[in-house]
């Protein structure tokens, strides 16, 4: 079955082609630069960009693929979560293909994607297993029984951690969204040269960051420029080794206590570096195996929404035309 997926709840716009939830024909990515100068997503801005290129990243995705719309079998969108405008851009010219070709649509929970990204990419992995949900969004431990079926075992009480990422980089002078960037200057730098707090250590698999991003930004504050040129790169790994060593603490405990052995890693902030190799080593000890998607299918991407649209096209059938955008979609009601 082909699948074509659009995304566009933030400031992507994302279409892609899958062949029964497994095998990636296509999958064209667009983000907006435009917000960089603002140093955050701008709604009605976005709205416009999605408005713009959805009909030609469309194309492109059923050009790569080598495919026509006569062929593709089943259409599925970004609901939410997200921003109600951006996704309205998607979602309606999703169900307007729908409309116009006869063809089954499936609205797709974005966190659902981002899980579904694990499955399409890893063939082996137990369809029972933990994932860490780390997005710029969502911070969730949640142990998945099969597609669809979730028990959340804890999340963030505040921040998400793709959103520390991003603020600490702000602050930094890293750009907008900051995250990658972080990561790649943490990587010449030492994560023990200051120790940043670890938040809710004691709290079961609750997560928080608003108090390490506050004590990044007075840490900062209090340095000369001098210092911050010198040590910018060391004081971007302690704040990761920071947010990496309570992601790592709770998901091998979790696994541990819920006799788990396939651990997944997903959303924008598995595409970090230090968190894939302290994880994987953690697990590894342990003799469990840890797998995370490949980085184009880490952020935001319509590949992944395919997928998702796919699996729960197979266990529910066609969703109807009327589906609405739901900004605050959850994943579990
Ligand atoms: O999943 P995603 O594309 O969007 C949401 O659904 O939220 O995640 C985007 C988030 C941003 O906060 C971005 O800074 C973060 O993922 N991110 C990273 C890295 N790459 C992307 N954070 C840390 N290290 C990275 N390498
Ligand atoms: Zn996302």
Redesign the pocket.
């Known amino acids: 079955m082909l699948v074509l997926g659009i995304e566009s709840s933030?400031d992507e716009t994302s279409a892609a082609v899958v062949r029964d939830g497994r095998e990636v024909l296509s999958n064209v990515i667009l983000s907006q630069v435009v917000h960089t100068r603002f140093g955050g997503v701008i709604p009605e801005v976005a709205s416009r960009e999605h408005l713009k290129t959805i009909a030609p990243i469309y194309r492109q995705a059923l050009a790569d693929a080598g495919v026509e719309l006569s062929n593709i079998d089943l259409i599925a969108a970004t609901m939410g979560p997200g921003l109600v405008g951006p996704l309205l851009v998607g979602l309606t010219f999703a169900k307007g293909l729908a409309f116009a070709t006869g063809k089954p649509f499936v609205p797709v929970n974005?966190l659902e994607g981002?899980l579904a990204a694990n499955i399409l990419a890893h063939p082996d992995l137990d369809r029972n297993h933990l994932t860490l949900l780390v997005?710029?969004?969502h911070t969730m431990l949640l142990h998945i029984s099969r597609f669809g079926e979730y028990e959340v075992l804890g999340q963030t009480r505040d921040d998400a951690a793709?959103?520390a990422?991003?603020k600490v980089a702000k602050v930094m002078g890293l750009g907008y969204?900051?995250?990658?960037a972080?990561?790649k200057l943490a990587a010449s730098g030492d994560p023990t040269y200051f120790r940043f707090p670890r938040a809710v250590r004691a709290m079961g698999y609750q997560f928080s960051y608003s108090g390490l991003k506050t004590a990044v930004a007075l840490y900062l504050d209090k340095l000369s420029s001098a210092e911050f040129e010198t040590h910018k790169a060391d004081i971007a790994a302690s704040f990761q080794e920071a947010v990496v060593d309570v992601l790592v603490e709770k998901t091998v405990k979790a696994a541990d206590e819920h006799n788990i052995s396939h651990i997944t890693l997903s959303?924008?902030?598995a595409?970090?570096?230090r968190l894939r190799t302290r994880m994987q080593d953690e697990l590894h000890k342990r003799g469990k195996r840890l797998f995370f998607p490949p980085m184009e299918l880490c952020?935001?991407n319509a590949a992944m929404i395919a997928a998702a649209g796919f699996y729960r096209f197979e266990t529910d059938g066609p969703g109807e035309l009327i589906a609405n955008a739901i900004p605050y979609l959850k994943l579990i009601n």
Request: hydrophobic share 20%.
């Open positions: 933030c974005h981002h997005s710029g969004g793709g959103e990422f991003d969204p900051g995250g990658a972080l990561d959303g924008g902030v595409a970090n570096s952020t935001d």
